[in-house]
């Protein structure tokens, strides 16, 4: 067995830059550090706990590391454990939740905790179909969505639709009255079931220890000293459950980069972190900019994507400055359609890959998940492997769990008369690995999964060269437990979000088109910003090489009325004209991937048109007057429409609020549209609601009679 390094208080400091070291040499008190893109902020904070322990500061089993993601949790782990350091509790919040909750739900509650759903969907589904409302199955996941961010943000069924409307937010298929429902109804449901969903173990855990001073007084008594990774997602309900934690105290260590602030849409916010030494004062502050990962290349165009126009810094990030050599130029390629991107990505792939680059060493990264379809295909007919990230857990496939059960077996029978890796590959052939990969498509998949726990063998030998199959079982249960998976051998396409907290030496980011990057749906500066700050997430992913695609048309033959990202503008004389947006748009405030014929589509109005005040509410601007004037609609139209409504509900077997809200029925008979576009521009008259509702509306505000309009609506049943 080969002896581990023995580390002290001091030597963990060896090695750190100055920002680094003053991180890691104040493990007490509170401290917020701002973490650039490949700065060694897992370095840094590692550093600062393994210090803290080994000078006597802190004790390991009073630490509570928090992370977002197992793998995280993991990697956090095991670099402590590498510093000699064990027993400090690495956890994401749910996990360390989950954990407090089950231990003390008998004495704060009574009997065991309830059981933990999976998956949310099911519940959804009987729930809407409790208020007979119809989701299809997209709507019914962006439902379960818009749960969760109603359930992060701390409301209620009751003041959802209020805060939805403030936060410009769009319930799918339904106003946010409904969707105010049908979170009460689903509410019901789990109750039913007697089950409870993952924010119910946060909001749950709160609420024992905000009710039990005895509960928060324990935790409190074992946990002393905080660390908290990623800081900039945390939301509403995760910092209430830190403050409970912490109880007033001020030994806490706060990570994050307000730069790559990408998850706003699920409740995440960098309020708490760009507001750290305001609520924590005295808080040391520390700027990790010195960027170890990717080339000055790459920085300059990171660095200039994040410049405001003004000078400064969006998003109040810090500006990166390059530790490596030079390196290849930062390239933006256009071409004809997606097809022929798709193609000439996946051919310098299969070169790459010829000349010896390893495959896993390659990314491809997109904006949506539907682009990598594309790349999917054009990779297969290369013949290059290739793994879908956001996909099947590596420790769930199939094969994986048939090798892993396989090896099991066999380590009980090693007697060490065959070498550990050779024994290990000869096992897992029965899982289906060969030592000839096959061709593209599944099969190369599960082949290269299997072939990863041949190269994790290797791995393991190499670093104990006695070591047999028990222990390289344990290395997979370790590895397993902390979702830690081995390389697979094969080119990464991943979304964007999916390629947060990643790196790969070669990175190339397609579908770089204005209506992608930033995506269409986007709407207004702060949408738009978060845009940018994903695109600054996947340059800031590359190593030592980045290549930007985009496509002038989506298919192939078709009309070229793309453009380059908007964002690219500010690189442009870096990047080549292929990074050039029209000349002719508007300011970089434009929603994205909107026309000019879509610009001069009916807006919402902006002040009151009674007394002319600035409107502020999304109601308010619905109606288009503000709360103080009176309402302007005749009444009697408003009675028609009512009429229509009820009789439009009972012939769908719907509640009536599911058709129109009164507030969407009061801005229809106070502007009194002649025409779909004037109708289409009312608040809760959605494209869905447009195609379904948008002719019977303007018939009965044309006089027709409300039961006629709807039984000619009718399906014909003859």
Known sequence: MTTPTRYDADSVLEGLDPEQREVAANPSGAMCVLAGAGTGKTRAITHRIAHGVLSGTQQPQQILAVTFTARAAGEMRTRLRDLGVGGVQARTFHAAALRQLHYFWPQAIGGSAPEVMAHKAAAVAEASGRLRIRLDRTQLRDAAA??????????????????ARAAGREAPGMDHTAMARLIAAYEEVKSDRGVIDFEDVLLLTVGILDERD???????????????????DVNALQQRLLDLWLGGRQDVCVVG?????????????????LDFT????????????????STPQVIEVANRLMASPGGGRRS??????????????????????????AAEVAGRIRALVDSGVPASSIAVLFRTNGQSEACESALTQAGVPYLVRGGERFFSRQEVKQAVVLLRGAARSDDGSVPMPTLARDVITAAGW??????????????????????????????????????????????????HAPTVEGVTLASLHAAKGLEWDRVFLVGCSDGLVPITMAQGPEEIEEERRLLYVGVTRARDELVITWSRSRNPGGRATRRASR??????????????????????????????????????????????????TAAQKARGRCDECPATYDEELFERLRAWRLAAAKAQSVPAFVVFTD????????????????????????????????????????????????AAAAPDEG
């Open 214 to 232: 005895d509960v928060a007084a324990t935790v409190r008594q074992q946990y002393r000293h905080f660390v908290v990774d990623e800081y900039q």
């Open 146 to 163: 818009e749960i969760e961010w109603s359930k992060v943000s701390l409301l209620t069924p009751e003041t959802y639709a209020a805060a």
């Open 567 to 616: 964002f690219l503008d500010q690189a442009a004389d870096l990047l080549g004209e292929d990074a050039r947006s029209s000349p002719k748009r508007a300011a970089v405030d434009r929603p994205a991937g909107r026309s000019a014929a879509r610009e001069r589509r009916p807006t919402r109005p902006r002040t009151c048109r009674s007394c002319g005040a600035e409107l502020d």
């Open 316 to 341: 109040n990030g810090v500006v990166l400055r390059a530790q490596r050599p030079a390196g290849a130029r930062v390239t933006v390629e256009a071409h004809a359609d997606d097809e022929a991107e």
């Open 257 to 273: 980069d307000p730069a790559q602030t990408i998850y706003s849409f699920t409740g995440a916010t960098p309020r708490h972190l």
């Open 278 to 293: 305001r609520t924590h004062p005295g808080a040391r502050k520390v700027e990790l900019v010195r960027n170890y990962r």
């Open 434 to 483: 060969s030592a000839d990969p096959p061709n593209g498509g599944a099969a190369r998949e599960r082949w290269e999964s299997l072939n990863a726990l041949a190269g994790l063998a290797d791995t393991v030998a190499a670093a104990v060269p006695d070591a047999r199959l028990p222990d390289l079982v344990r290395e997979l249960d370790e590895r397993a437990a902390s979702q």
């Open 663 to 710: 507030a969407t029925l009061t801005a229809i008979a106070e502007t009194v549209p002649s025409d779909t576009r004037g109708l289409s521009a009312i608040a809760g008259v959605g494209t869905r609601k447009l195609d379904q509702y948008g002719a019977q509306v303007l018939a009965v505000l044309g006089g027709a009679d409300p039961d006629e309009v709807v």
